[in-house]
């Protein structure tokens, strides 16, 4: 049986797909500076100068990577059927719980995130719009959860929780990037359910 030929679309679409985990890999391992294309190319299986002619530039491929490295953690994670199918403080609970999770493993995605958000407000401003934009999304959607779905105590603010939630958790990831053995997630995530238990109490 005669194997069918892939179309040039799905060849673009395939040789973009090893590019960007193989992107996601490197900055990930060694942070944004280190990325090159060339070597972004040689990991993927490709010539540097096929990465120059998809993206343009260096920064052009980190634009790139930032916009899919915020796709693939909502589609992955925030918008995943275990947590869509909660709401209110238990979803903010089970969300924590599956973050925590993911750095624990060292999720290349998360730690890749991570380094570029940390490079969005250093040496890279350019990529600052993606996650300012992520940011916002992510604050609003918590806080509008909280409304709908909890009977929230007076003077409860739910954008305000919002900031404070997603605080602890991103100081909880820097803190274990800095010194993994010598800091105690279960601890961590024990205080972030006692905070989101403790935030309904009149």
Known sequence: MTQRRRTQAERIAISDDAMFKAAISIIAQEGPNKMTLANVGKTAGYTGGLVSYRFGSKIGLLKEVSERIVTLWTDRVIDSPKIQKLSGMD?????????????????????AMHRLMNASYGNCPELRPYFEDYDQTLRLKLAEDLKENEKLPPGFD????????????????????????????KTAKAAVWKMCDDALKP
């Open 91 to 111: 979803g903010l609970k089970t969300l924590a719980d599956e973050y925590l999770k993911n750095l624990k493993k060292g999720s290349e995605l998360m730690i």
């Open 158 to 185: 739910a954008n305000a929780f919002a900031i404070l939630y997603m605080a602890s958790l991103r100081g909880i990831a820097q803190q274990f990037f800095v010194s993994q053995s010598k800091f105690d997630l």
